[in-house]
């Protein structure tokens, strides 16, 4: 079924209102991984609503993720990542985009992991560089050589990440493809947790 008012929003989503999803997609994965930009078309698809956990940090905090790394440090920032995911995490309904770096801190992994459904989305070092390099926003890719640090950070998250619920790959390409392979995943994953 196709909403005559938006084609876009295709009734693809049994998987929602049949009830089997019960409680927030969480996206997890490196940066440029694609959790903000693909989670918002994702929660358009399920019709559901969409929160970024950077952009609540840095309303909270009052300024950019950058400022607060520059002017509190890394352990602050973890802090105040943790505490606006458990806000987020209340039980109801919604597609998350996590920080790259949430699903790493075994805490905010745990919380994740008990409160919502998660998904990585996974992409490979020359993926992650090039979709980086658009944007230089982000603290921890700061300096000379952003590729060895993503590379570090991908090999160090990597045992992390992996303990997501389902995996999928977040291929180049058009953003609808990945949600599509989101939904498949979700509504295979869903299906197999509720079987009796
Ligand atoms: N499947 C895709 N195909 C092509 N480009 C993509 C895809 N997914 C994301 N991108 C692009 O990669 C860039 C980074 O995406 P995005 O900001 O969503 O990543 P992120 O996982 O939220 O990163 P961060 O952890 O830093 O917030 C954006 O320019 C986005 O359009
Ligand atoms: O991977 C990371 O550690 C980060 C990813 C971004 O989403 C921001 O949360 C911040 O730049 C740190
Ligand atoms: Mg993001």
């Known amino acids: ?22 409680r927030p997609i969480a996206l997890v994965g490196m940066m440029g991984s694609g959790k903000s930009t693909v989670g918002r078309r994702l929660a358009r698809r399920l019709a559901l609503p969409f929160v970024d956990s950077d952009q609540e940090v840095e309303t909270a905090a009052g ?21 606006v995911l458990a806000r987020l995490l209340d039980g109801r309904r919604k597609v998350i985009a996590t ?3 949430a699903f790493a801190e075994p805490g905010t992994r745990d919380l994740l992991r008990a409160r919502a459904v998660t998904v990585w989305l996974k992409a490979d070092l020359d993926t992650l560089v090039a979709r980086t ?54 509504t295979a994953h869903l299906e197999e947790n509720t079987a009796s």
């Open 133 to 186: 390099a658009r944007r230089d926003t982000r603290p921890l890719l700061r300096g000379p050589d952003p590729r060895a640090k993503l590379a570090q950070l991908l090999d160090r998250r990597t045992p992390d990440y992996a303990q997501a619920d389902i995996h999928v790959v977040s291929a180049d390409g058009p953003h609808g493809r990945v949600v599509d392979a989101i939904i498949d995943a979700l």
């Open 99 to 101: 920080g790259g770096g």
């Open 1 to 22: 079924m196709t909403d005559p008012e938006d084609p876009e929003l295709i009734d693809t989503a049994p998987v929602v209102r049949d009830g089997a999803l019960d």
């Open 63 to 83: 300024c950019p993720v950058s400022e607060v790394f520059e002017r509190f440090g890394e352990a602050a920032f973890r802090q105040g990542e943790y505490k």
